[in-house]
């Protein structure tokens, strides 16, 4: 009897830790990589993988919508440099995001969607689909956690894809292989920064030459240019060239006495004429397709077109081209600069003239150009701001740290063409698969990524209502977002298009009038509504008090009768 009494009061024996499970591993081989920020929907079947990016270190953004926090992933990893990840439910989680998915594997951003799966043996599961064939359809990279014994190395090739090659990766976590025990990893996980890929000798040697007779070169640098401003324009400065982007490139050359800015359907008069006179133009990670050249209007009769690009299949994808070299940006215009110096070729002027400087500093930028102010009464009889007007007076209300986030539509250029920025990090522009109501998302994701600037939304009526939802998360998350919206009460591009071929019905493409500053308070906003500069005033005060919530200004714009860059974009359709 003693001795029962004995062990019956005798201290437990302390408890054997917990095993990590797969799903808790991934999260922290993830955040042992490197990985930025990740941003989703939580439901039952990504939960623990979510909380095991927390626990270890990565920061997490809770959407409203999987579609906002796709795009939110996405700008942030452009924004930032670093891996972006968004964590989605099996089946619906993921389809909800696939848009936003679509538009980072056209864009190669480097991002990881963490797929919860159904098991294999849940074929009956209402959640069970394909999700390697929808990840596929978009353009993204499927990969899987196939046991716990591959985990590790699973989500090492993901990461790698990811962050190396530029790709989207869906990396699917099925339910069943989440739960299970996980081997022993005590040294924490590493991707080794690949080698920048350097250009033949005999493409440099070609290209140095193409350099050397051409006396009005114009290097146009892309996506794959933006981490080569320095050697790009120490080339150019050596052979006389003048420098311009692609939209999304948009920043690289702030400060540059001959950049032109961007170079296509957002190219101010001055901007065109210059590139459609020059007789070689050099293409920097810039796919040179028909928004960039503007269906090859910008390239003139006998001009040499020269593409870097990393990968073969990009070169000459688009159109006709002298010369394709696959190498980094950077390393070729390097070893270019170098070949030239080596043949003791001098610097010359080109294209870098006085009159052409003179020409630049005057009206390259498209605050310089004049207009005809269309503001005035619209068929309501209200008053309506011409959206050039609003813009140039908002771009010199607002301080330069700034990083701007465009939707698409036919208001996107007013904002790509009036709106300045610091640097090819203040400028987001997701538009590779031409989709409306990103942008509030975009702006939200940029915002994160770049937190000591002043974020600024551009956005239609339309898109801003369709992707509304996110509206709720910059709120919670107090930033200091300006969303501006262009607001026609129509999709503009829709009636402007269809509009111009004769009278036609477009009561499928326009709506009643909505108060969109109305409905911006209601999600704990400041709403103003803009019918004239005058009205302008309440964004100054918001600018000064240190906002900790965004301002929605609800711009009753007037119509530009279409947009022309609509147009061009149109011909594509």
Request: proline letters at 6%; glycine letters at 12%; aromatic letters at 6%.
């Amino acid at each position: 009897m003693t001795a029962q009494v004995q062990a019956s009061t005798a201290p437990p024996s302390p408890a054997a830790p917990a095993r990590e499970t797969v799903a808790e591993l991934v999260g922290r081989t993830l955040a042992e990589l490197g990985a930025g920020h990740c941003f989703g929907v939580v439901g039952s079947g990504n939960f623990d993988v979510t909380n095991s990016l927390v626990r270890h270190g990565v920061p997490y953004t809770a959407a409203r919508h999987e579609g906002g926090a796709a795009t939110m992933a996405d700008a942030y990893a452009r924004m930032s440099g670093k891996v972006g990840l968004l964590s989605v439910h099996q089946g619906c989680g993921l389809t909800n995001a696939t848009t936003g998915i679509g538009e980072a594997a056209k864009s190669r951003t480097p991002l990881v969607v963490l797929a919860a799966e159904t098991a294999g043996a849940a074929v009956n599961s209402n959640f069970a689909m394909d999700q390697a064939a929808l990840a596929r359809a978009v353009g993204a990279v499927p990969e899987r956690v196939h046991s716990a014994a591959s985990a590790r190395a699973d989500v090492v090739r993901a990461f790698r894809a990811a962050r190396n090659e530029r790709r989207t990766v869906v990396l699917n976590l099925p339910l069943d292989v989440q739960t299970q025990p996980a081997p022993d990893h005590p040294s924490p996980a590493s991707v080794p920064l690949p080698a920048r890929v350097r250009p033949a000798s005999s493409d440099v040697s070609a290209l140095a030459d193409l350099v050397l007779t051409a006396e009005r070169p114009v290097f146009v640098a892309g996506r794959g240019g933006r981490g080569a401003r320095a050697e790009i324009l120490a080339l150019a400065e050596h052979a006389g060239a003048l420098v311009a982007t692609s939209a999304v490139a948009k920043g690289l050359f702030v400060g540059e006495p001959f950049n032109l800015g961007i170079s296509g359907g957002f190219s101010s008069p001055t901007t065109a004429e210059l590139i459609s006179g020059a007789d070689l133009i050099i293409g920097f990670g810039c796919a040179l397709n028909m928004w960039t050249m503007r269906h090859g209007t910008l390239i003139g009769e006998g001009t040499a077109v020269v593409q870097v690009d990393l990968e073969d299949s990009a070169l000459g994808a688009n159109r006709p081209i002298t010369l394709g070299v696959v190498g980094d940006s950077g390393e070729t215009a390097a070893e270019v600069l170098a070949e030239l110096e080596r043949r003791g070729a001098a610097p010359r002027p080109g294209y870098r003239t006085e009159e052409v400087g003179a020409r630049i500093a005057e009206s390259a930028r498209w605050q310089d150009v004049p207009i005809d102010d269309l503001s005035g009464p619209g068929a309501d009889g209200a008053p309506r701001i011409d959206p050039r007007v609003l813009t140039r007076a908002l771009d010199g209300m607002l301080p330069a740290e700034r990083v701007v986030g465009i939707d698409s539509g036919n208001f996107m250029g007013y904002p790509s063409q009036y709106l300045d920025v610091p640097d090819e990090f203040g400028f987001c522009f997701t538009q590779a698969f031409q989709s409306i109501g990103l942008g509030l998302a975009t702006a939200l994701g940029a915002a994160l990524a770049q937190p000591h600037r002043l974020p600024v939304l551009g956005t239609g009526d339309g898109g801003f209502l369709m992707g509304i939802s996110e509206l709720e998360t910059a709120a919670r998350l107090g930033l200091p977002l300006l969303c501006i919206v262009y607001n026609d009460a129509a999709y503009g591009a829709e009636v402007h298009h269809f509009a111009e071929h004769g009278p036609v019905d477009v009561s499928t493409v326009t709506f009643p009038e909505t108060d969109i500053a109305a409905i911006a308070r209601g999600y704990g906003c400041e709403g103003i509504t803009v019918r004239s500069v005058e009205d302008l005033g309440p964004v100054t005060a918001w600018l000064a008090s240190g906002p900790a919530c965004p301002l929605v200004i609800d711009a009753k714009i007037a119509s530009d009768g279409g947009a022309w860059w609509l147009a061009e974009a149109f011909k594509g359709h």
